[in-house]
Structure formats: structure tokens, C-alpha cells
């Protein structure tokens, strides 16, 4: 394995920084134009770049999510699992959430495709 982080990688973290800068436009620029979104804070999914926009604006409406990722893990078919530390306060800033989660990518042409929030794995070999 290179000391050199992937591209993949790498557009993850950008994909990370803009979400953690309320950077919108930064955000989807990293993501499929049809993207498939989950809606962690509410149930479901949304896709496209018009949804995720409406969704992240209603979600920082009402809570102030911030996402660190730890470690990527390279899956098969073009998925990259990140375990991520997640700190979610209301707007008072009282914390909500203090804890870590997975997030897998599915990623295409360069591009987000589909993301899903799902459980830690117990072990699986760090990318």
C-alpha cells in the first residue's frame, strides 16, 4: 500500500470539508449528477443534486451536524467504507450525538454515486 492517499480518498475528505463548511456547491460538484442520498436525520433518501441541496438545507435549519472521517476502508465494486466521528448539537449547540458511524460510497467515474449510512464493521482491512 502507497503512503499516498487515493483519489478516491481524497475526494472523499473534499467531500467531508465542504459538507462540515456548509459548502454546498463545493459538495455536489463531487457528486453524481443523480446521486443517491440518505436522509439520515429523517428516514429515506433522496436523489439528485436539487434534493441533497434541499435536504442539507432543512437538515442545518434545524441541527448543526459535523462529520470527521477516521479511517477508509476499499471495498469491491467501487465502494469505499469510512468509519466516521460524528457530533450532531441542536442549536443551542447542546450535543445531540457523540458518536462513530459508516458511511459506504459508491463511487463512479470519479464521482459520489451513493452513499449509505450502515454499521461499523468489527474488523476490515484500513485503505
Known amino acids: 500500500m502507497s503512503d499516498q492517499p487515493s483519489p478516491e480518498i481524497e475526494l472523499l475528505r473534499a467531500a467531508y470539508a465542504a459538507f462540515n463548511a456548509r459548502d454546498i456547491d463545493a459538495a455536489l460538484a463531487l457528486m453524481a449528477a443523480d446521486v443517491a442520498w440518505p436522509k439520515a436525520f429523517k428516514g429515506g433518501f433522496v436523489r439528485g443534486s436539487e434534493e441533497v441541496r434541499a435536504y442539507w438545507t ?57 452513499m449509505e449510512v450502515c454499521p461499523l464493521p468489527s474488523s476490515t482491512p484500513k485503505a
Do not use: C, M
Request: charged share 25%; no cysteine; proline share 4%.
Open 58 to 114: 432543512e437538515q442545518w435549519s434545524e441541527i448543526n451536524p459535523h462529520v470527521e472521517p477516521v479511517s477508509f476502508y476499499l471495498e469491491e465494486a467501487g465502494r469505499i467504507l469510512v468509519d466516521v466521528h460524528q457530533v450532531v448539537r441542536d442549536k443551542t449547540y447542546a450535543v445531540l450525538a457523540d458518536q462513530h458511524v459508516a458511511h459506504r460510497f459508491t463511487l463512479e467515474h470519479g464521482l459520489i454515486q451513493a
